[in-house]
Every structure is written in C-alpha cells, then in structure tokens.
C-alpha cells in the first residue's frame, strides 16, 4: 500500500484547469517542504516536474504548481493540453522507516 | 540531461539473485547520488536505494537486507544486486540521478527494465 494518497484518476477538458492531491501525515509531507511531482507518459519514465513543493525545474512550463497545506499537498496544472494526459506522481521525505515516499499515481485525462 | 541505460536478465526465478546494471553517459558516476527505483501497477513506484558520490549507501529498509548498490567509476555504472527474489520483486527497475538540489528528486531516468520473477 502506498504510503502517500492520491485519487487513482481525475478528469478535466481541455484548456481548464485541474489540482491533484496527495496525502501524508506528519512525519512526511506535514513535517517537510520536500514534496515532488512527476508526470509519467504510457511506456515511458516519469519525469520530475516540480520539487520544494513548488520549484520547477529548467524547461518545465509554469503551468504546473505546487503548493501545501498541513499533511496534503497539491499539483495545479492549467491552461490543460492534450500532451498532458499521463500518471502524475506525488513523493516526499520521510523522517519514517523510509527516507523517500510515493504515491500509487493520479491518472489524468484530459477531455 | 543525462543519459542512463538500464541491462540486466528480463526473467529471473524465485530464491534467485538479480543483478541490473546501469550504464551512464555525459555525467560521471563519481558525481551526484544515484538511486535505483521500480514499478509495480498495484505499488506505484517504490525507491529501493542509493549510492553517492564518496560511495555511501542508503537502502529502503522494507526491502529486509536483500538489496545492495555499487559503482565502477572506470565503467561509468552503476550496479543493483537483489537477492531471494519473490515473484513480488516482478516489476520495471529503474536507475535516476538524484537532483543537485537534493537527492531525492530525480532528475534523469533511465528507460525502465521489466524484470519478472518466475515462481
């Protein structure tokens, strides 16, 4: 069982916007700004897309954002294009057993 | 970006020990932290361990012991070995370098493995 949530999918047409969430608790995501995105295309490796929660690395467009509140923390992509459509995976740190936690992914589709 | 290339044996048999090789190109192992990672549809991706640049290692521990991470500078690779393989060790192993920023972000991925473990 994955140790961070997410919904297993979300849906939302193109041009809109749409946040994903993912849960921890307070030894992970509460406790630490070392949250990550990673947007992963079929057949393909995940690529990282944000990290600190809300940093983007070079080369990856502004419409993705981070933020977080409490044990939860959030991916906003906008302006949503057909290129979009993939399994975005949320990870943090963890002062747990563990030092680097996963979700089990979102599956995003983009009407 | 850099390039890594996993190899390895893409069938393996339960009790047995899986050796996967990672091949790096434009960056030098002898930089940065690398880690291994896999997939399983059910488990999402789970980070199994990592090798830095003094050569200091780092293991998931629900992984009970059986992995073990190593380099070879001179080859520019870097090595996981797993041992008594359950067919719950089926997944696609991945390699990363861990970001600048922090090792934990990872910033370049190999194409991905599948290995299966045959019961």
């Known amino acids: 069982q994955p140790a961070l949530t997410q919904p297993a999918s979300v849906s939302a047409s193109l041009g809109q916007s749409i946040t994903i969430s993912c849960t921890g608790n307070?030894?992970?995501?509460?406790?630490?700004?070392?949250v990550s995105w990673y947007r992963q295309h079929p057949g393909e490796a995940p690529t990282l897309i944000l990290f600190?929660?809300?940093k983007r690395p070079s080369g990856i467009s502004d419409r993705f954002s981070g933020s977080k509140s409490g044990d939860t923390a959030s991916l906003t992509i906008s302006g949503l294009l057909v290129e979009d459509e993939a399994v975005y995976h949320c990870?943090?740190?963890?002062?747990?057993?563990?030092?680097?936690?996963f979700g089990a992914g979102t599956k995003l589709t983009v009407l | 970006q850099d390039e890594l290339q996993e190899s390895g044996p893409g069938l393996v048999k339960a009790s047995e020990t899986l050796s996967l090789t990672c091949s790096v190109s434009s960056a030098s192992v002898r930089s940065h932290f690398w880690s291994w990672l896999r997939q399983t549809p059910g488990k999402g991706l789970e980070w199994i361990a990592y090798i830095n640049d003094v050569d200091r290692t780092n293991y998931n521990p629900s992984l009970n012991g059986r992995a073990s991470v190593s380099k070879d500078t001179s080859k520019n690779q870097i090595f996981l070995t797993l041992t008594s393989l359950t067919t719950t060790d089926t997944a696609v192993y991945y390699c990363a370098r861990g970001s600048p920023v922090r090792w934990l972000y990872f910033d370049s991925w190999g194409p991905g493995m599948l290995v299966t473990v045959s019961s």
């Open positions: 307070s030894r992970d995501i509460e406790a630490y700004d070392y």
């Open positions: 990870s943090s740190f963890s002062g747990g057993k563990t030092d680097v936690l």
């Open positions: 600190d929660v809300n």
